[in-house]
């Protein structure tokens, strides 16, 4: 559970990430030069905002008018003229800067080794110079929130260096009570001033010897024994439209706080407070010899060598990173989770929802970490509030709407362009994780909290959703289906009506509410309108190609390698699509996946990775990671869609994008266990390189937390603990028994576990050209065994 490497980093994307959710930083490892580069999650361009685009809603029913008769370019010209916002296209998060330690006569250095262990969330730097060890361990601490680099060596007295601080940012520099103090404020974008207030300040304590000032921002430490700095940042942002608080009083107290501790148990409550989350789950897939070498070279030689182990350290790496990323009372994760070097990083690095940050946290329950969903979720309920506004000014409409980014500003207008910015729809896809949230916890009164975002949700899309000519149904327009277009006139035409991810996301949004309503008992009569309108909202429809048609009409062309697989949205994350209730569908989502190929950005192929485990094709699973753990060049960083890992282990779109760690994370969790299709599917989608293996701790929707041991693809050894109660029905390809003794009963009719209830799907719609013939599925046992909360259940091979 180590990357370690046998070089210093250079490029920013060979730095080791640290964070304790708030604080992160990038720790290079030069020996001549230490480089931490710094960030504050709440750090970003700009100011509170909104930038809802008022003359839409004039021109709505015109640009409907022209989609609905086939005039496209015209449509998505106005769009962009008029529907587009016309303030800003959301704000950038931004570094705080870097801090910098110079060693002089440390560029001539042996034994260098740096590392990384996720089990403990500390970096270490290790290397001699004449004779002498010299070794950096740096964290940041989740129970202290500061950072903190300690600097010993072999002999007395061979602490030396300089410290300063620098950064891109509007920024004044001073030393105070002998500490580092860096005062600045986010920068401005697209016309907008920015007000985020930021303060860092590093204080060292040491062992024996001095420091002193050098230069007005320059401090040297000169013959210490050993040597702690403490890291503490503070800015003034309280919520999206409070910038109140007094960053300096802030730092200044988490710093005071800290240096109340000694560096020993500062470093045990750190470890402590992360193993909390990062050990309740375990994998082991088997080691190999390809463990002793560096991290670099593992990924390198990943495709051709026999290296079970870099899976387990990827997935877990996943962990880590949301776990350093993302924690209760902060920001959610972004783009890059909360590591970024530039001053407008590609996509601003804010939050794409037209899947990226939605991936962000498709790891989170599954692998037992549902405590970080709580940013996500206060995110929504933010948006829902932002939404609300931009809602009736553009489109006239209740409830509240999203597009497809926002920001630390909770933004909601259309951005970029008209090609993918106008996509009515992020409201639904980020009301699935409230959803899934209550599958997992099993908590009415959390279900009772976020029902009214859910309905606001539903709202907009009552009042939004309109017929068309051709079939009559209910469609949302103008939208797109993800950034992929239909046709060529000029451009790319993205811009129309009824797309296949649209009808998905309403429909499983207005059946998740019609369940809350009956859960809860409440709003009877909201659900007998979200019934008769979902019956008249577009089915799925398979192409003339067998294929799962992407748009409402058989616009879908073989040849279309595309990075989004939108219409396969549900099949995963929903679980509209299954083998067993909607064969031919499950057959023509295949078919549209084998069309888009396996070659994509880093995050599309960590989605392939998810939706090939629920087409029940490990192998072609574990191709897909294959894929995606090869080697990008450190000078890799700008846009191409060739995908793959840095040597840190971060996601390459190229540019680094994390959502494709945190993706690829989620499919290897659903290769080992899935919960969505009405029971505990174990080992759906093994692998013939994972023949044998063990598991421990994912947790499955009803609140069943899992453990497996396998032997040549077969369950050798299965345990479940329920955390609520309630009937167990589990799919194997094992023959199983009770280990105790009791009878295992076969499964018959639905399951009665509440949480285990699957949506009904009307038939799809098949084009006369279609030749759809199904492929096979694995034979299952299926078996129930009632459960009581609290209780553990273990099954062993007949």
């Given at each position: 559970?180590?990357?370690?490497y046998?070089?210093?980093a250079?490029?920013?994307?060979e ?5 304790n ?10 020996p001549?030069?230490e ?18 685009n ?26 962009g ?53 010299f ?16 600097l ?12 300063r ?10 030393i105070?009570d ?8 986010s ?9 985020v ?9 040491l062992?024996?010897g ?5 230069a ?28 109140s608080?007094?960053p ?10 800290a ?6 148990k500062?470093?045990?409550a ?25 991290t670099?070279?593992?990924i ?17 790496f ?5 776990i ?17 070097d530039?001053?407008?990083?590609p996509w ?50 209740r ?9 630390i ?10 090609g ?9 896809w980020?009301c ?8 997992y ?12 975002v859910m309905?606001?949700?539903a ?20 939208s797109?289906?993800?950034?992929n277009?239909f ?15 649209d ?8 059946t ?13 009569a909201?659900?007998d ?16 190609y ?34 067993y ?22 995050w599309?192929m960590?989605w ?19 894929d ?27 540019p680094?994008?994390i ?14 266990l ?24 994912l ?11 396998w ?13 609520l ?8 390809v094992?023959?199983?028994k009770r ?13 009665v ?25 694995p ?10 909360a ?9």
């Amino acid at each position: 559970m180590k990357l370690w490497y046998d070089t210093p980093a250079v490029k920013w994307v060979e730095a080791l990430p640290i964070g304790n959710g708030r604080l992160g930083a990038m720790v290079f490892g030069g020996p001549s030069q230490e480089h931490l580069q710094l960030n504050e999650e709440t750090v970003w361009a700009g100011q509170p905002n909104s930038n809802a685009n008022p003359e839409a809603f004039a021109v709505l029913p015109l640009i409907r008018k022209l989609i609905f008769e086939g005039r496209y370019k015209e449509a998505q010209d106005l769009v962009g003229v008029k529907v587009i916002t016309k303030t800003n296209h959301g704000m950038a998060y931004q570094p705080v800067g870097d801090l910098f330690l110079d060693f002089p006569g440390h560029d001539k250095y042996t034994s260098y080794y740096r590392e990384l262990d996720i089990t403990k969330a500390i970096t270490t730097t290790r290397y001699t110079v004449d004779g002498v060890e010299f070794v950096r361990e740096t964290f940041s601490s989740f129970p202290d929130q500061v950072i903190v680099v300690r600097l010993t060596a072999s002999e007395k007295g061979k602490i030396n260096f300089r410290t300063r601080l620098a950064s891109p940012q509007r920024t004044t520099m001073s030393i105070e009570d002998g500490d580092l103090v860096l005062r600045g404020t986010s920068g401005d974008m697209e016309g907008l001033e920015g007000k985020v207030d930021f303060t860092a300040r590093v204080k060292i304590v040491l062992d024996k010897g001095h420091a002193g000032v050098e230069a007005d921002t320059l401090l040297a430490v000169k013959e210490a024994n050993a040597a702690t700095l403490y890291i503490s940042m503070g800015t003034n942002f309280v919520n999206y439209h409070d910038l109140s608080a007094d960053p300096d009083n802030r730092a200044n107290e988490y710093l005071n706080a800290a240096l109340g501790k000694d560096y020993d148990k500062l470093k045990l409550a750190h470890i402590a407070a992360y193993q909390h989350y990062f050990n309740r789950v375990e994998l082991n897939l088997g080691k190999t010899d390809s463990v002793y070498k560096p991290t670099t070279a593992r990924i390198l030689e990943f495709s051709k060598a026999d290296d079970p182990q870099l899976v387990e350290l990827y997935f877990q790496f996943g962990r880590y990173l949301l776990i350093s990323s993302s924690q209760p009372g902060g920001q959610p994760a972004n783009l890059q989770g909360i590591w970024n070097d530039m001053m407008l990083p590609p996509w601003d690095s804010k939050y794409t929802t037209n899947i990226n940050v939605e991936m962000n946290y498709w790891p989170a329950e599954v692998a037992n970490l549902t405590e970080l969903h709580e940013p996500f979720i206060s995110m929504v309920k933010e948006i829902a509030e932002t939404g609300s506004k931009t809602a009736e000014v553009m489109y006239g409409a209740r409830g509240w709407v999203l597009h497809h980014n926002t920001d630390i500003w909770r933004t909601t207008g259309p951005v970029d362009y008209s090609g993918p910015g106008i996509w009515p729809t992020g409201g639904a896809w980020i009301c699935r994780h409230l959803w899934e949230h209550y599958l997992y916890s099993g908590n009415k009164e959390f279900l009772r909290e976020v029902y009214p975002v859910m309905k606001g949700a539903a709202s907009f899309f009552l009042d939004f959703l309109v017929e068309e000519p051709t079939h009559h149904w209910l469609v949302i327009s103008p939208s797109n289906s993800p950034e992929n277009s239909f046709a060529t006139e000029g451009y790319e035409l993205t811009n129309c009506a009824g797309t296949t991810m649209d009808n998905q996301m309403v429909y499983e949004l207005f059946t998740n509410l019609m369940e809350a309503t009956d859960i809860l008992g409440i709003d009877k009569a909201f659900a007998d309108t979200l019934i008769q309108v979902r019956s008249q909202l577009p089915p799925m429809q398979i192409g003339r190609y067998n294929q799962l048609q992407e748009w409402m009409f058989d616009w879908d062309r073989m040849d279309d390698h595309h990075r989004h697989v939108s219409h396969l949205y549900g099949l995963f994350p929903s679980n509209l699509i299954s083998p067993y209730r909607t064969p031919e569908l499950f057959e023509a989502a295949r078919n549209s996946l084998n069309y888009r190929g396996d070659p994509a950005t880093g995050w599309s192929m960590g989605w392939k990775v998810c939706l090939w485990a629920r087409l029940l094709d490990g192998n072609r699973a574990y191709k897909l990671i294959t894929d995606q753990l090869q080697l990008t060049d450190s000078k890799e960083t700008e846009y191409k869609q060739s995908g793959g890992t840095y040597p840190n282990l971060f996601d390459a779109h190229p540019p680094f994008q994390i959502d494709g760690n945190f993706g690829c994370t989620a499919g290897i969790a659903e290769m080992l266990l899935q919960s969505h299709d009405g029971c505990v599917y174990i080992l759906p989608a093994l692998p013939e390189k994972w023949n044998k293996g063990k598991v421990k701790g994912l947790v499955a929707r009803g609140g069943f937390i899992v453990d497996i041991e396998w032997e040549n693809s077969r369950v050798k050894y299965l345990k479940v603990r329920s955390e609520l109660g309630d009937n167990l029905r589990i799919r194997t390809v094992t023959s199983l028994k009770r280990k105790d003794g009791k009878p295992l009963l076969e499964a018959e009719g639905a399951n009665v576990n509440p949480f285990y209830k699957v949506p009904a799907i009307p038939e799809p719609l098949v084009s006369s050209g279609a030749d759809l013939k199904l492929g096979s599925i694995p034979q299952t046992w299926l078996y129930d065994i009632p459960t009581e909360a609290g209780k553990e259940y273990v099954f062993l091979p007949e």
